[in-house]
């Protein structure tokens, strides 16, 4: 089976919460096994950056250092400090900036247990019995997980909201100041959120991933009613394939 890719954008206007989800859902249970969303930037000229629009739709604005697009450049026999900042909009007169860190949270859920068949025996379980992954995804957003990944799970939604910048001004000031190009360079700041959150997931608390996963779909088979002895084995044969393949 080929690998089948939904690209999707939080933060249109019109767009809500439920909206959202619903689109989530949608491109999950059409077959999409990679689902990726990014926040909506405001590009320079484009007609959804005018003041108009801006107006029309309440939309809240921050600013961030673009993930990989800075750095020091020799130009003229002098080291220059280069830094991309994007403008994204984070809140709608229809999303507020709670629904937007909520649903960035759905998005590392999907990113660690659906994109890339991670539990890809346990995914070909739901299919089987007729559940629906975004469902599953739902569960799993309600299941509390280890102490060690909740852990991980506030250090994301703090980094959500703390790499933002209110004034871009501000945010230049910052990333002009000695050594704090260096802290991006090292990687200590300026990156990927949903890629190195799930990165760590994975790599130092894939036991812990497991188990929420292991939880959450025993949950969905039991809201199925198709929480067998059978079944509930096959899943917890399939949990430890998926553990072990995913860590050794």
Do not use: N, P
């Given at each position: 089976q080929a690998n089948s890719y939904s690209e999707l954008i939080i933060g249109l206007p019109g767009e809500t919460k439920g909206s959202h989800l619903d689109s989530l859902r949608q491109v999950m249970e059409a077959g999409f096994n990679r689902v990726i969303?990014?926040?909506?930037?405001m590009l320079p000229g484009s007609e959804l950056a005018t003041q108009e629009t801006r107006r029309a739709h309440g939309m809240t604005m921050r600013y961030r250092v673009l993930p990989r697009c800075f750095g020091n450049y020799p130009v003229a026999g002098k080291d220059v400090?280069?830094?991309e900042i994007e403008e994204v909009c984070i809140a709608t007169n229809t999303l507020s900036f709670q629904d937007y860190l909520e649903c960035r949270f759905v998005h590392l859920l999907i990113s660690i247990f659906y994109n890339d068949?991670?539990?890809?025996?346990?995914?070909k379980l739901i299919k089987a019995v007729g559940g629906s992954f975004f469902r599953w995804i739902e569960i799993l957003g309600g299941t509390a997980p280890t102490e060690a990944l909740s852990n991980l799970f506030d250090e994301?939604?703090?980094m959500t909201q703390?790499?933002?910048w209110e004034d871009r001004v501000e945010l230049e000031r910052f990333v002009a100041e000695p050594g704090v190009i260096d802290r991006y360079?090292?990687?200590e700041l300026g990156y990927n959120l949903i890629?190195?959150?799930k990165s760590l997931g994975m790599t130092l608390l894939a036991d812990d991933v497991a188990d929420l996963a292991h939880r959450s779909t025993e949950a969905l088979l039991k809201e199925l009613g198709a929480d067998s002895d059978e079944n509930l084995q096959l899943l917890a044969d399939i949990i430890t394939f998926d553990t072990r393949r995913m860590s050794n």
């Open positions: 969303v990014y926040q909506l930037m400090l280069g830094v068949a991670v539990f890809g025996g346990m995914l994301f939604k703090e703390t790499e933002l360079i090292s990687g890629l190195t959150y």
